[in-house]
């Protein structure tokens, strides 16, 4: 058995951009930078991606939603950040040296409705299961259990995937358009 330790950077942000190509293509780009030292821990990049364009950033995961056009639907990638299996002493730290880079897990899944917006559950004590509440166009919250967007999730699992509760991915999220 190993452990992975959570990446957990209080000064890390998301920052979304959209842009065209030089073939008048749109393409998005997702970056996780450092606010305090510039550093760009993170980079994702879409092809043929366009608003509307939600994100979540909460402890040491990010899920964010955009619209593909090449594929005519809305996608919802999800990406987790670990140290790895060991843990990094937090009290020593300098701004001079480049931080480790962490591990992360990236995966994309595809919604079957419009994303009006989006936020994370927090509960006062914040030892609950985290959920991705997504408002449809119908006026109607869905309350996504964040399990459904564990980037880890294996497309074949092992008996290890299974006691840690993680389900086989499938691209299409259970959910009733």
């Known amino acids: 058995r190993s452990v992975l330790y959570k990446y957990l950077n ?20 997702l970056y996780l930078v450092d606010v ?11 092809k043929r991606c366009r608003p509307p364009i939600h994100v979540v950033h909460s402890e040491n995961w990010v899920v964010y939603s955009f619209y593909n056009e090449k594929s005519r639907r809305m996608e919802i990638s999800s990406l987790e950040l670990f140290e790895g299996m060991y843990q990094s ?8 040296a480049p931080p480790p880079l962490p591990l992360i897990e990236h995966q994309t899944f595809i919604f079957p409705n419009l994303v009006i917006s989006m936020a994370d559950t927090i509960t006062e ?9 997504i408002v449809l166009p119908s006026g109607g919250i869905l309350e996504l259990p964040k399990t459904f967007l564990d980037p880890r999730r294996p497309i074949h699992p092992l008996p290890e995937h299974r006691e840690e509760g993680l389900i086989p991915y499938i691209p299409e999220l259970p959910v009733m358009a």
């Open 10 to 29: 209080p000064n890390l942000a998301a920052v979304f951009t959209v842009g065209m190509d030089s073939m008048q293509k749109t393409f998005c780009n």
């Open 89 to 96: 002493n937090t009290t020593a730290f300098s701004s001079f």
């Open 125 to 133: 004590r914040g030892m609950t299961s985290k959920h991705i509440l």
């Open 36 to 46: 305090i030292t510039g550093f760009v821990v993170y980079t994702a990049s879409h």
